[in-house]
């Protein structure tokens, strides 16, 4: 029990410093957009990975939030709700990253992904005792 907790809490740590990253690049002059994006997205995976690490459930390595919400609500039915923010984020973890995409996030954007991985990371978080 208490290893599982250990990490539990490591994931979400490792979360917490994403949404920290993200709040760094919007307090900059220049803020990338596609950075802040990426960012939310890596956050609300880590999140989820919490919360099944905290249920004992193995995942598969992705970063595909849609597949790793299934596992989730197996657990916990009413994070069905999130099924649009998750698909809203996987778009950020490989395709915005690169140079050959022709889609570059903008400001609007990078607010929608924020707004998104907060509604995750408080929807899961309010599952999980672990204070």
Same mark, same amino acid.
């Given at each position: 029990?208490?290893?599982?907790? /250990?990490?539990?809490?490591?994931?979400?740590?490792?979360?917490?410093?994403?949404?920290?990253?993200?709040?760094?690049?919007?307090?900059?002059?220049?803020?990338?957009?596609?950075?802040?994006?990426?960012?939310?997205?890596?956050?609300?995976?880590?999140?989820?990975?919490?919360?099944?690490?905290?249920?004992?459930?193995?995942?598969?390595? /992705?970063?595909?939030?849609?597949?790793?919400?299934? $596992?989730?609500?197996?657990?916990?039915?009413?994070?069905?709700?999130?099924?649009?923010?998750?698909?809203?984020? /996987?778009?950020?973890?490989?395709? $915005?990253?690169?140079?050959?995409?022709?889609?570059?996030?903008?400001?609007?954007?990078?607010?929608?992904?924020?707004?998104?991985?907060?509604?995750?990371?408080?929807?899961?978080? $309010?599952?999980?005792?672990?204070?």
């Amino acid at each position: 029990m208490i290893e599982r907790r /250990t990490n539990f809490r490591s994931w979400i740590k490792k979360a917490e410093h994403d949404f920290l990253a993200i709040q760094n690049n919007i307090s900059a002059i220049e803020t990338p957009w596609d950075v802040v994006c990426f960012h939310a997205q890596q956050a609300a995976e880590k999140i989820l990975k919490a919360f099944l690490v905290y249920h004992e459930q193995s995942f598969e390595k /992705t970063h595909d939030l849609v597949q790793l919400l299934t $596992s989730c609500v197996k657990i916990e039915t009413s994070l069905s709700v999130l099924e649009e923010d998750c698909q809203i984020l /996987t778009y950020y973890a490989v395709s $915005s990253r690169y140079p050959d995409d022709l889609y570059e996030p903008d400001e609007s954007d990078g607010q929608k992904a924020i707004n998104s991985a907060q509604k995750i990371q408080k929807s899961v978080l $309010s599952f999980l005792v672990y204070r």
